[in-house]
């Protein structure tokens, strides 16, 4: 049996004001994402974690969810 995988990426530009952003593809579990902020002017990156950063929904559900900050970036 042959079992394939994929990743896929969504980026999004934070504007200071929208906290809400789309994941359109299906994932199974929240901790299925891995959600990383990326400072444009420099490039630096840095993990968000779950339940403390941000929330998730949609798991399991086809066609995704959403990521949701606490505040916006």
Avoid: C
């Avoid at 896929?8 to 902020?37: E, M, Q, R």
């Avoid at 968000?48 to 959403?66: C, E, F, I, M």
Wanted: charged share 10%.
């Amino acid at each position: 049996m042959t079992l394939s995988t994929t990743t896929a990426k969504i980026s999004h530009a934070g504007n200071g004001a929208t906290t809400i952003f789309a994941f359109p593809y299906t994932f199974l579990a929240n901790t299925d994402l891995i959600v990383v902020l990326r400072t444009t002017a420099t490039g630096a990156e840095s993990i968000k974690t779950l339940g403390v950063d941000y929330t998730v929904t949609g798991a399991a559900v086809p066609g995704g969810g959403n990521v949701a900050f606490g505040s916006a970036p």
